[in-house]
């Protein structure tokens, strides 16, 4: 089995017991032990305990949040899981494609794998805070996964994809989602003070200016790059002012 | 969606009426319409119809047999699922290597994957109709996968590695199990009427000698043959007998 450690399962405003339980038990199956639940809406019940079988101790020690962006502040990718491909992200990548691209990332890079409400799947909201996208091609007349057969699928393909180790030249760090995020809000801070964001829907386009900067696959120099030219950015304005 | 109406999922002594129900989800998930319950002892219940969501129709269709050798006579190759290698099986494939040499077969060709009850898996009695082996790697310390998950799992990699057409000329095309069956009880009758089975295990021997049939993946001319021998070996006994 390959090292998963680096990956943690994301799950979105999950309402079913069981399927936190049947979550859990699939994960240990397949080498994952990393569980995050943002605004979980189910309780650890009997069925969810049932369910888990001996994974219970994942449910146990499970990361909860409120908010998917605070829940990713520490990874350095995240993946959105779902069907419908989002309008903002280039592609849907198959689930294979997405190990292959994963191998591709330093061993140390954190990576959340995100999934939504059972009734909804990832809305806009939380897309906003994803970099790629990934589906899992289903039938077009009957498309909806349960959560864990979702979770299945895709734990298996990372675990397939990961066995091999990635080769060292190509490995590639990318920032931490935190210090995007911090880049986003000093961005957004700029903005509204030229007042930008005064004509337009704001957070039309700050969601789109986020997504840009995901797509970007930004290392840690990229990041000091661009908080530099906005704080050169500030100073001007300060000194314009005066 | 590659068509997939040649496989068929053959659960085998299922006891749980929510894992009925959460097969046949994932299998019209990933456009898979043949279900065959051999011996099953869960009731489609309340339970069973509400994991099932949509996709009640499988289990409403689906085929109920008694005994695996029975359920297995129209197919042309079965496919055990488990992870525990069986002896006599030359290699236990990965889902993926069982997909790459399924789409070398022919399109008409019946194929049957099987598995076995919750707790137990696949018995020697069971695996002695099946031709080839298939386990999913897992987590050695945390091997045991739910039935819908190893379900969604295979049905993933079917659905994968199918969806490209075999190239004609590489197509083979299996003789049906039953008339290997057909052939093997020949057999039995031949080899216990020269009293070779009287010294032996005649079980141990039988499954042995099946299990070689089915590794030998023979076609309708290799039976002809092997039947053409059998009852030219009949005829010389009762001409020598007279």
């Known amino acids: 089995m390959p090292d998963l450690s680096r990956i943690a399962i994301v799950l979105v405003e999950t309402s079913s017991p069981g399927n936190l339980g049947s979550v859990a038990r699939v994960m240990k199956n397949m080498g994952l032990g990393r569980l995050v639940l943002v605004d979980?809406?189910?309780?650890?019940?009997?069925?969810?305990?049932?369910?888990?079988?001996?994974?219970?101790?994942l449910l146990e020690k499970a990361v909860r949040t409120s908010g998917l962006?605070?829940?990713?502040?520490?990874?350095?990718?995240?993946?959105?899981?779902?069907?419908?491909p989002a309008r903002w992200f280039d592609r849907c990548l198959q689930p294979r494609e997405m190990a292959a691209e994963l191998r591709g990332l330093a061993a140390d890079q954190q990576i959340a794998i995100v999934f939504g409400p059972e009734r909804t799947g990832l809305t806009n909201e939380h897309?906003?805070?994803?970099?790629?996208q990934v589906g899992i091609p289903t039938n077009p007349a009957f498309p909806s996964l349960n959560l864990a057969h979702a979770v299945a699928i895709l734990a298996y393909e990372l675990s397939q994809g990961l066995s091999e180790p990635?080769?060292?030249?190509?490995?590639?760090?990318?920032?931490?989602?935190g210090q995007i995020e911090a880049f986003s809000q000093d961005l957004e801070g700029c903005l509204s003070e030229i007042q930008f964001l005064k004509k337009q829907n704001p957070q039309e386009i700050m969601?789109?200016?986020?997504?840009?900067?995901?797509?970007?696959?930004?290392?840690?120099?990229?990041i000091r790059i661009l908080r530099g030219i906005l704080r050169q950015w500030k100073w001007y304005a300060r000194t314009k002012g005066e």
């Open 207 to 222: 969601m789109t200016l986020r997504q840009m900067l995901a797509r970007a696959s930004l290392d840690d120099r990229d």
């Open 127 to 132: 897309l906003q805070y994803c970099d790629w």
């Open 166 to 177: 990635p080769s060292s030249e190509a490995a590639r760090r990318l920032a931490e989602l």
């Open 69 to 84: 962006g605070s829940a990713l502040k520490s990874f350095h990718l995240s993946v959105a899981t779902g069907s419908r």
């Open 40 to 57: 979980c809406r189910a309780d650890l019940t009997e069925e969810a305990r049932q369910r888990a079988r001996g994974a219970g101790d």
